[in-house]
């Protein structure tokens, strides 16, 4: 009897190890998917104007920890982004939340122009400490977004066409 049950144990502690490799096997194939596709697996970002969601939020460069490797985007300005100013109403919130829970958000906005048919930033990025709402003033805005994760950051610009009243399609 003291022989089956032996068996029986090594067995069990045999089935355990071999559960236990399939799961870091696992986790390696999904972080080797991961990472040779970042711009799939990176989380993505949803950003609302009162009620309005923004359609079109573009990546502007991440930093991003796998556990396997690290992969990095440079990070580019608003400049080398094609942005479109998409219409919002003055004094409203905007709303920005991730796939991913994220640790920190960092919001920056500066006043834009439109040259050429695209949206740039006029001036110097400015920390929206104390409101994440559009600003007071009609025209044009750029923003900036940082949100750190517990792997990484990433960085995402969007424009605003700020206006008292709602442009009608």
Do not use: C
């Not at 502007?60 to 396997?68: F, I, L, Q, V």
């Not at 906005?109 to 003033?137: C, D, H, M, W």
């Amino acid at each position: 009897m003291n022989r089956m049950h032996n068996r029986a144990i090594r067995r069990y502690a045999i089935a355990f190890v071999l559960l236990i490799l399939a799961g870091y096997i696992s986790v390696f194939i999904k972080d080797t998917i991961d990472s040779n596709n970042p711009e799939v697996s990176l989380p993505i970002i949803n950003v609302t104007t009162g009620y309005s969601p923004i359609p079109s939020v573009p990546r502007a460069g991440y930093e991003w920890n796998y556990r396997t490797k690290s992969m990095m985007s440079p990070y580019v300005s608003s400049i080398d982004i094609p942005l479109i100013a998409y219409d919002a109403l003055i004094d409203v919130p905007i709303l920005i939340g991730f796939s991913v829970p994220h640790n920190q958000l960092t919001l920056y906005e500066s006043e834009g122009v439109l040259i050429n048919g695209r949206v740039v930033a006029s001036g110097e990025f400015q920390e929206k400490r104390y409101s994440s709402n559009t600003p007071n003033k009609e025209g044009i805005y750029v923003y900036k977004v940082v949100a750190q994760f517990d792997q990484g950051t990433i960085m995402h610009y969007f424009a605003l066409d700020v206006s008292a009243k709602r442009s009608s399609i």
